[in-house]
């Protein structure tokens, strides 16, 4: 076998496959051939355009059962040494958490073993030495500590429907880390994973694993809200069906994921509330089964040594705290063992996940979801009002809409909203959202966080004013969705609903801050001055999912809070693509381009109080005066709550920059052109190294390419420089002070010179039609060969027949060669 002329692909299928085939392993359950990518890609955003990049594909992994990997394998070209492959192998390694690499070229294996004493070594092995799956899962068993007596239980199969679909690989992490703990005696375990990446899933995983095994024979999920309960039991846990039911007295029916209808069996029955003890999976809201007295107390009908297994959803929100409703039911059953599940996990001097979990046994975070490509990266749009900014005060003798005096001090953004309101300034937000809206998709879902119910309302109102054309032909298009409003939160599984288009704007405070799957949401408004990390990554997370059936692959922020502030806070790990600051009159649409608080030492973060049906109460009506969730306004002397409404006072924005992230992570402050400029200067430091590098090149589009992943805008320069201008040009005026010139000139001065004379006429009238492509469109699109099936280039016959007339593919593309050559002789 001559291996040099085998491809990578060759040398997997003739090489390596049979031989670990001789080793023992099975190629239907223990060899996957990594075809498709691990990952679908990062998306990446430029303007309203997107497109991914390659996913991550290792070439094997190697399972001692389906889903619990061992080793993976790296494969090349036999041109390439033994050991070429191994950084990559080294990458994977870390990605599917398994200590064994290895790399070949079809001539051995280089094996790297991180399990050896004293740390990683690697050894060359030839072709026949390659491990038995039995000499690597001991190995792996002794670097984990598992030990044999509860091998069974880290082996157990994973739930299989037969439809195909299987955990990703974090998801499979996170299960295998958590298994492997409970497995080693662990009782307290604490999973953090992104809002959007399935910890639902994952927690379905990992109790169908234990409950299957034996390992547990009873369990409690433990959640806030009716709505994470009810849709985990008819979806994601539906193969409990029979041996699940929830901790409730009232029966429920409720849609599927599939639209079919299933009504909820529930386990609490008779005026006494007995708990019906004959099923094995519980579910239930902790307010369903405890409360401040006595009586309220279901969770101690049931002996102490009931549950084995308790999995605590949104562990951030109660269990965290020592005095919780939470700690008490997990005090209660504290020989059970607790998982808790979290985005966040909150981390203060008075709370702490980790304290009661202990450290994470797994973390993937929002970060790593967007760098994977299963998280929808996201733009900042951020606008600053002035009265925000400089604060307010009114002229002596001031008074409001009801003609009481204002008290004279100073209003700032602390105030707005909560003690004060400039009926203008909600009307200016309203009318950007609109703005924002209207210059991009009017339909395209949008959630707009409020301070409390009251500003829920007004904000409803003034939107229904800015969209008067569409409420007057769709009524639903604005809703207000509040804890206290039992219309409004009928509307919840319409908005989250991709085949329900209406309502399309929802106003709300704390109600859809958290656990509320909208996937299809392609607009999220901060008008609510954020002071907690973990509540901020809560609402962005409800923008986080990708959904490419409906065309969601990004996100917007629209921030007028100064949200921003917290993307420098080292513990925000997702950062943003762009952050657009418009000036004054500006479209809020930016341009095509490419729990440590932040918090006044008077300010408090408080809970949403929920009902013992796991809804947010947020407050409500008291007489005739709005309640506030919990925030300070001023108290008139009957005890009410009251706010200072400000109906003359002119707001206007305030704005001189556009903010970005830098390659670190980190925000700078400077014009489009600068941030360009140190784009492309990283890439070439003088203009003679550009040029060289741009009449080398294969294909001019991919040094375009290269430099817009460095940051570089090409599409908001030209809005600056002019739109006539290609990237050549941009990067030779931006980068190295070259005078511009246009794709028509360029293309003019091509015509001058008599360029196309060596060729015939039938090849030269095409030549000439690409250069009229390239003076309207650009170099990117003549580089393709699919422009040869487009008009005028179709004209002349197909894509085969076109490059004939030069006498074949190579004859052509080097005519494009000396086509692009003769373009870009002249710089400025």
């Known amino acids: 076998m001559d291996k040099l002329s085998l491809t990578e692909r060759e040398i997997c299928s003739k090489i390596i496959t049979p031989k670990l085939q001789q080793s023992g392993w099975d190629l239907q359950t223990q060899i996957r051939e990594e075809l498709t990518g691990q990952t679908p890609g990062r998306v990446e955003v430029r303007g309203s355009r997107t497109r991914r990049r390659k996913g991550k594909r290792a070439d094997y992994v190697l399972e001692i059962k389906p889903g619990i990997p061992v080793a993976v394998i790296e494969a090349k070209k036999n041109k390439f040494s ?166 409730s007295t009232r029966s429920k029916t409720i849609e599927k994921d599939d639209g079919t209808e299933e009504t909820i069996p529930t386990a609490i029955h008779g005026k006494k509330r007995q708990v019906d003890t004959s099923y094995e999976i519980y579910m239930s809201l902790y307010q369903a089964i405890t409360g401040p007295e006595e009586r309220q107390k279901i969770f101690k009908s049931m002996s102490r040594d009931f549950f084995d297994l308790i999995i605590i959803d949104e562990c951030h929100r109660g269990s965290a705290a020592e005095d919780s409703a939470w700690r008490e039911i997990l ?18 001097e008075y709370v702490s996940n980790i304290n009661y979990f202990g450290d994470p046994v797994y973390q993937y975070t929002l970060k790593q979801g967007i760098d994977d490509g299963f998280l929808a990266p996201y733009k900042v749009v951020r606008i600053d009002f002035d009265k925000d900014l400089e604060g307010w005060r009114p002229t002596p003798g001031q008074t409001d ?72 032909e769709h009524p639903r298009y604005v809703v207000r969705i509040t804890g206290d409003n039992t219309e409004g939160k009928k ?18 405070s704390k109600l ?69 600051v418009p000036d004054p009159g500006d479209s809020p649409v930016p341009p095509e381009d490419p729990e440590d608080t932040i918090t006044d030492d008077d300010d408090t973060v408080t809970e949403p109080e929920v009902d ?31 706010k200072i409404y400000i109906d003359d006072v002119e707001v206007s924005v305030v704005g001189e920059r556009v903010q970005y992230m830098d390659g670190d992570g980190k925000l700078v402050t400077e014009s489009i052109k600068d941030f360009s400029r140190k784009g492309i200067l990283k890439e070439y430091s003088t203009l003679d190294e550009f040029l060289k590098h741009w009449n080398d090149a294969e294909r001019k589009q991919a040094i375009v390419e290269e430099l817009e992943n460095e940051g570089v805008f090409f599409d908001e320069l030209q809005k600056i420089v002019g739109a006539d201008y290609g990237p050549f040009d941009l990067i030779c005026h931006v980068a190295f002070d070259q005078p511009p010139l246009s794709r028509k000139e360029r293309a003019e001065n091509v015509k001058k010179r008599n360029y196309f004379t060596k060729y015939g006429d039938e090849a030269r009238a095409v030549l000439q039609a690409l250069l009229n492509k390239y003076a309207d469109e650009g170099v990117d699109d003549i580089e393709s060969m699919e422009v040869l099936k487009v008009q005028p280039l179709s004209s002349f016959g197909t894509p085969i027949e076109i490059v004939k007339l030069f006498g074949g593919k190579q004859d052509y593309l080097r005519a494009l060669k000396d086509l692009e050559a003769a373009l870009y002789t002249e710089v400025g």
């Open 612 to 642: 013992s049906d796991g809804e947010f109460t947020e407050g409500g009506f008291q007489g005739d005066g709005w309640t506030d969730d919990g925030v300070g306004t001023a108290i008139t002397g009957t005890g009410k709550r009251e």
């Open 331 to 348: 005090e209660y059953f504290s020989a059970a063992t607790h998982i808790g599940l979290t985005a966040t996990p909150k981390e203060t």
């Open 401 to 472: 809409r009801h003609g009481n005096v204002v008290e004279d001090r100073i209003y700032n953004q602390k105030d707005i909203d909560r003690n004060i309101v400039f009926d203008k300034r909600t009307e200016l937000v309203a009318a950007k959202i609109t703005e924002f809206l209207k210059g991009t998709d009017r339909f395209a879902k949008t959630i707009v966080f409020c301070e409390d119910i009251e500003h829920a309302e007004r904000m409803r109102q003034a939107l229904v004013n800015a969209n008067s054309d569409l409420v007057a």
């Open 512 to 580: 859809m801050t958290t656990g509320v799957d909208a996937k299809t949401c392609k607009l999220i408004v901060l008008d609510q001055r954020i002071q907690s990390m973990t509540e901020f990554k809560q609402i962005i997370g409800r923008g986080t999912r990708i959904d490419e059936d409906h065309g969601k692959r990004f996100f917007t922020i629209m921030d007028f809070k100064k949200a921003t502030e917290l993307f420098a806070d080292p513990e925000f790990d997702g950062d943003p693509v762009q952050i657009y």
């Open 82 to 247: 033994v050991g070429h492959g191994m950084p990559q192998a080294l990458g994977y390694s870390e990605m599917f958490q398994v200590p064994f690499a290895f790399s070949s070229n079809g001539d051995g294996f280089l094996f790297h073993d991180k399990t050896t004493p004293g740390g990683p070594t690697e050894t060359n092995l030839t072709l026949d030495q390659f491990p038995s799956p039995a000499d690597l899962w001991h190995k792996y068993c002794a670097w984990r500590g598992i030990a044999d007596a509860v091998r069974p239980i880290v082996e157990f199969d994973y739930h299989n429907d037969g439809s195909g679909k299987g955990p990703r690989y974090y998801q499979k992490n996170a299960i295998n880390r958590t298994i492997e703990a409970i497995a080693n005696g662990q009782n307290r375990i604490l999973l953090v994973m992104a809002t959007g990446t399935g910890k639902t899933y994952t927690a379905f995983q990992i109790i169908w694993r234990l409950w299957k095994s034996g390992t547990k024979k009873r369990i409690l999920f433990l959640a806030d809200r009716n709505i994470l309960v009810d849709q985990t039991m008819v979806n994601d846990f539906k193969p409990f069906k029979g041996a699940m039911a929830k901790l």
């Open 491 to 508: 509307e919840l599984d319409n908005f989250i609903n991709p085949e329900d288009r209406f309502p399309v704007i929802a106003t709300t």
